[in-house]
């Protein structure tokens, strides 16, 4: 079946320090792949995404490019801020077709905790 | 547009008790899913609706059971409530079965005592 494997948090880091959180996965066919970000007391917001090998996926300074060849989609960002701290997942979809529409669940990792101190 | 709302945020039951979560997506999303959120399992797969039909369905028991209205809205329920099933239940919604983004509501926490 499908897996996301995340690097063991928790991550601390000072402000403006360069981040970086593994991401590999397993997966049959050609997933796409996520960012999730999880704030204290909230749901989780879509950080960003790719759906194809190649792609990077960019917001708010995070980036993430799909790495078919090492199933790699790692989560880098050039300056943390405070702001950042929180829980970041990794997850993949692979859309499945049936009745002329398509669907597919979320796969997450075990999400990797960033605490960034002043 | 209102994003994902889902009710009650907080609720305590007792084991053995049933209990039934609400969701209502964004305007115009027609598929709402729901993941189970434990410390120790992490984000799990519940099941997904669209169109009022259950399309997909993870590995949990028959205790838990979902359905979707003619407006999208969503419940899911827990019979015989065990103390493991305390966790944060998280709702998405989606477009339609093509959009690949999944957005979510702030969850409800779930306390068995």
């Known amino acids: 079946g499908n897996s996301v494997t995340q690097m063991e948090g928790p991550v601390t880091l000072s402000e403006e320090a360069f981040l970086t959180i593994n991401c590999t996965y397993t997966?049959?066919?050609?997933?796409?792949l996520f960012w999730y970000v999880q704030y204290p007391g909230e749901g989780l917001q879509l950080l960003l995404k790719?759906?194809?090998?190649?792609d990077k996926g960019s917001n708010k300074g995070f980036e993430a490019t799909y790495r078919k060849e090492t199933t790699s989609f790692h989560l880098e960002k050039g300056s943390v801020q405070v702001s950042d701290s929180a829980v970041y997942f990794c997850?993949?979809?692979?859309?499945?077709?049936?009745?002329?529409?398509?669907?597919?669940?979320?796969?997450f990792g075990q999400g990797t905790i960033l605490t960034v101190h002043p | 547009k209102a994003g994902v709302t889902q009710t009650p945020r907080y609720l305590i039951k007792t084991r053995g008790q049933q209990v039934t979560l609400s969701c209502s997506p964004i305007?115009?999303?027609?598929?709402v899913s729901w993941y189970q959120q434990t410390p120790g399992q992490g984000l799990q797969f519940l099941f997904e609706?669209?169109?009022?039909?259950?399309?997909n369905k993870g590995n949990f028991p028959g205790r838990f059971s979902g359905r979707q209205f003619s407006n999208s809205r969503s419940e899911m329920n827990v019979s015989t409530l065990e103390l493991g099933d305390s966790a944060l239940y998280l709702c998405?919604?989606?477009?339609?079965?093509?959009?690949?983004?999944?957005?979510f509501g702030p969850g409800t926490r779930l306390t068995v005592t």
């Open positions: 998405a919604s989606s477009l339609d079965g093509a959009s690949y983004e999944q957005y």
């Open positions: 609706y669209f169109s009022e039909t259950q399309r």
């Open positions: 997850a993949l979809i692979r859309v499945r077709l049936a009745g002329g529409t398509s669907y597919g669940k979320l796969t």
């Open positions: 790719a759906t194809k090998a190649d």
């Open positions: 997966a049959t066919g050609y997933p796409s």
């Open positions: 305007s115009g999303h027609r598929s």
